[in-house]
């Protein structure tokens, strides 16, 4: 079964950005659409963005438009979320899933004002 883990999560200054990376073990990955989700302190887990398998369709929460960017290197079983203008209410706990298959543990990010 294929397992993911999240890094690359962080503390960082309002305006300021992260590259949160999804590393995948096995050799299926490239088989299965990728997704950010995140969940802030109190609230429901929330969709963040989408990608699908082969990278040439991506989608976003209308919150974080224009300002994240989901990626995959299906060669390096690993997916990203680059993360620009981050704003405190940005913080939260990111969560990768690879749909239908697994759920990583998360990573903490901090944004202050």
């Known amino acids: 079964q294929v397992q993911v883990v999240e890094s690359g999560g962080g503390l960082v200054q309002a305006g300021g950005s992260l590259r949160l990376s999804c590393a995948a073990s096995?050799?299926?990955?490239?088989?299965?659409?990728m997704a950010w989700f995140r969940q802030a302190p109190g609230k429901e887990r929330e969709f963040v963005a989408r990608?699908?398998?082969?990278?040439?369709?991506?989608d976003y929460a209308d919150s974080v438009k224009g300002r994240f960017t989901i990626s995959r290197d299906n060669a390096k079983n690993t997916g990203y979320l680059q993360m620009n203008s981050l704003k405190p209410e940005d913080t939260a706990v990111y969560y990768c899933?690879?749909?239908?298959?697994?759920w990583g543990q998360g990573t903490q990010v901090t944004v202050s004002s």
């Open positions: 899933y690879l749909a239908g298959a697994s």
């Open positions: 096995g050799h299926t990955f490239s088989q299965y659409a």
């Open positions: 990608i699908n398998w082969s990278g040439t369709s991506t």
